[in-house]
């Protein structure tokens, strides 16, 4: 796009948000409409912030968890593989 192109689409979304604004802050049907959105956005708040407490939660599960494996394969890091302590292959 050159930046002529890039001005005018600008413009428009910028004309078309303003549009929205001053019909949802400067009529009455606008005004009802935004009443009634007010609590859909709300619950949807809500459901995000116990979606990210819920996330948050399944992270620290998940962190534990890789905490105790890498503890687990550090212990038997140590340790010989083969039956024989004195073998140096498994053959």
């Given at each position: 796009m050159t930046q002529k192109s890039q001005a005018i689409a600008a413009a428009m979304v910028g004309g078309v948000v303003g549009a929205v604004a001053g019909y949802m802050f400067f009529t009455e049907q606008g005004r009802q409409w935004r009443r009634q959105l007010e609590p859909a956005i709300e619950d949807m708040a809500r459901e995000l912030a116990q979606f990210r407490g819920t996330l948050g939660r399944a992270m620290g599960v998940a962190n534990e968890g890789w905490k105790v494996l890498n503890e687990a394969l550090s212990e038997n890091a140590g340790q010989a593989h083969?039956?024989?302590?004195?073998?140096?292959?498994?053959?």
């Open positions: 083969y039956s024989n302590p004195h073998q140096s292959t498994p053959f």
